[in-house]
T-cell receptor
Framework: AQSVTQLGSHVSVSEGALVLLRCNYS??????LFWYVQYPNQGLQLLLK??????LVKGINGFEAEFKKSETSFHLTKPSAHMSDAAEYFC??????????FGTGTRLTVIP | DAMVIQNPRYQVTQFGKPVTLSCSQT?????MYWYQQKSSQAPKLLFH???????NEADTPDNFQSRRPNTSFCFLDIRSPGLGDAAMYLC??????????????FGSGTRLTVV
């Protein structure tokens, strides 16, 4: 079954620095991949998704991710971190017709 | 604005006392989902409704039930909450059965505390 693994449960970056959050997937079929963000005591908000087509996907809040089949990766990046980016980030893969399987999450801390 | 609304945001219940969490949507989506998210863990799908058709995940405990009286509302019933059921419960919707390919719309969640 399709799954995702997020490397690093906690990532800290300085304000203005590059954000890189790692996600690797396992899938026997072409995957549908997602990144969600969760602020404290909030639901999940979709940042971006990859289904087919262009492998570099741009999302909201300046985030983007690149689907790399050869590396089975879908890492999330942002060129310059803002304090408001501090949150929990979840990578997810479509599993079956109606399920999203989520990774264990990466907590991003932005240091002033 | 079209949205997914969960009530209440915070719920405290007693051990063994039945509790119901509520979710409503103004998106007119066909599919509604319930996820359980324990502290510092990934959300885990409990079940979903496609219209009136209920689909339970194989490992969802019998203690958890759901009702969907109409398109707009879906309820999560926990018949006898245990301490291990303390979690954030997330409701999500998608337009149709291909919805997982487009991503879900999530509510803000209900944080359940069991005392």
């Amino acid at each position: 079954a399709q799954s995702v693994t997020q490397l690093g449960s906690h990532v800290s970056v300085s304000e203005g620095a590059l954000v890189l959050l790692r996600c690797n997937y396992s899938s026997s079929v072409p995957p549908y991949l997602f990144w969600y963000v969760q602020y404290p005591n909030q639901g999940l908000q979709l940042l971006l998704k990859y289904t087919t087509g262009a492998t570099l996907v741009k999302g909201i809040n300046g985030f983007e991710a690149e689907f790399k089949k050869s590396e089975t990766s879908f890492h999330l990046t942002k060129p310059s971190a803002h304090m408001s980016d501090a949150a929990e980030y979840f990578c997810a893969v479509k599993r079956g017709a109606n399920n999203l399987f989520f990774g264990t999450g990466t907590r991003l801390t932005v240091i002033p | 604005d079209a949205m997914v609304i969960q009530n209440p945001r915070y719920q405290v219940t007693q051990f063994g006392k039945p509790v119901t969490l509520s979710c409503s949507q103004t998106l007119n989506h066909n599919v509604m989902y319930w996820y359980q998210q324990k502290s510092s863990q990934a959300p885990k799908l409990l079940f979903h409704y496609y219209d009136k058709d209920f689909n339970n995940e194989a490992d969802t405990p019998d203690n958890f039930q759901s009702r969907r009286p109409n398109t707009s509302f879906c309820f999560l019933d926990i018949r006898s909450p245990g301490l291990g059921d303390a979690a954030m419960y997330l409701c999500a919707t998608s337009r149709d059965l291909a919805g997982a390919g487009n991503g879900y719309t999530f509510g803000s969640g209900t944080r359940l505390t069991v005392v």
